[in-house]
C-alpha cells in the first residue's frame, strides 16, 4: 500500500494550497481518508476526514470554513483544499486511511489509520 502526498509549499497568509494524496494498493472504496498534520515540537493531529462513501465529513473546529476535504473514487485521491491560510497551520501534511467498518464514518482518531502517506510541507509566511 502506498499513500503519496503532494502539493505542500510555501504560501502567503491569505493563500492557498491544494494537497493531493493518490493511493495504491488498496481497495479505495473501503477507505476512509483522513488529513493529518504536525508541526515542529508537536504531537500530530487530526485536521479533517472523509468517509469511504464520501458522503459526509468531520473536521477540526479551527479548519472549519477554510480547509475541505474530497475525493475522487475513480483516481483513488483525496483532497484537501486549504484557503485563508494562516502560519500557524504550518506543518507537514499527511495523508492517511482507514478501513472503514461503515461507508457513514469519518474517523478523527489517530489510531484508527493503519496506513500513512510521507507527508508534505505546508509554510505559511506572515
Known amino acids: 500500500v502506498q499513500l503519496q502526498a503532494s502539493g505542500g509549499g510555501l504560501v502567503q497568509a491569505g493563500g492557498s494550497l491544494r494537497l493531493s494524496c493518490t493511493a495504491s494498493?488498496?481497495?479505495?472504496?473501503?477507505?476512509?481518508m483522513g488529513w493529518f498534520r504536525q508541526a515542529p515540537g508537536k504531537e500530530r493531529e487530526f485536521v479533517t476526514a472523509?468517509?469511504?462513501?464520501?458522503?459526509?465529513?468531520n473536521s477540526v473546529d479551527f479548519v472549519k470554513g477554510r480547509f475541505t476535504i474530497s475525493r475522487d473514487k475513480d483516481k483513488k485521491t483525496v483532497y484537501l483544499q486549504m484557503n485563508n491560510l494562516e502560519p500557524e497551520d504550518s506543518a507537514v501534511y499527511y495523508c492517511?486511511?482507514?478501513?472503514?467498518?461503515?461507508?457513514?464514518?469519518?474517523?478523527?482518531?489517530?489510531?484508527?489509520?493503519?496506513?500513512w502517506g510521507q507527508g508534505t510541507l505546508v509554510t505559511v509566511s506572515s
Open positions: 492517511a486511511a482507514a478501513e472503514s467498518r461503515s461507508s457513514h464514518r469519518a474517523y478523527t482518531s489517530i489510531n484508527s489509520y493503519r496506513y
Open positions: 472523509i468517509s469511504s462513501s464520501g458522503e459526509f465529513t
Open positions: 494498493g488498496l481497495t479505495f472504496s473501503r477507505y476512509c
